[in-house]
């Protein structure tokens, strides 16, 4: 398993903007698409976007689709999730996950995570 930890979580009023990083242990960073999910107070974890292993291919939840892009710098094997326009329903624990290894984008869409990291969390003020 990938080792993952995130970064750039905090606290922003509403329509702000906030950087999240992910960073991953491991030589075969490259190998894994990578995602990210978050999860609200009381609320189950919930899909908000993931890359494929090139970074050409991405998929985003429809709550976000259009104010947040996701990316991946495979030398530095990191991800990013830049978030624009954020809303007070954009709060929650955003955790960072990596597929099976050699698995699709769209499969880590669809729950197929072999890694999670610990969180950061991200809270919009209104």
């Known amino acids: 398993q990938v080792q993952l930890v995130e970064s750039g979580g905090g606290s922003v009023q509403a329509g702000g903007s906030l950087r999240l990083s992910c960073a991953a242990s491991g030589r075969t960073f490259s190998s894994y698409a990578m995602g990210w999910f978050r999860q609200a107070p009381g609320k189950e974890r919930e899909f908000v976007a993931a890359?494929?292993?090139?970074?050409?291919?991405?998929y985003y939840a429809d709550s976000v689709k259009g104010r947040f892009t996701i990316s991946r710098d495979n030398a530095k094997n990191t991800v990013y999730l830049q978030m624009n326009s954020l809303k007070p329903e954009d709060a929650a624990v955003y955790h960072c996950?990596?597929?099976?290894?050699?698995?699709?984008?769209?499969?880590?869409?669809?729950?197929?995570?072999?890694?999670w990291g610990q969180g950061t969390q991200v809270t919009v003020s209104s």
């Open positions: 890359v494929s292993w090139s970074g050409a291919i991405t």
């Open positions: 996950a990596a597929s099976i290894p050699n698995d699709s984008s769209r499969s880590l869409r669809e729950g197929g995570v072999d890694s």
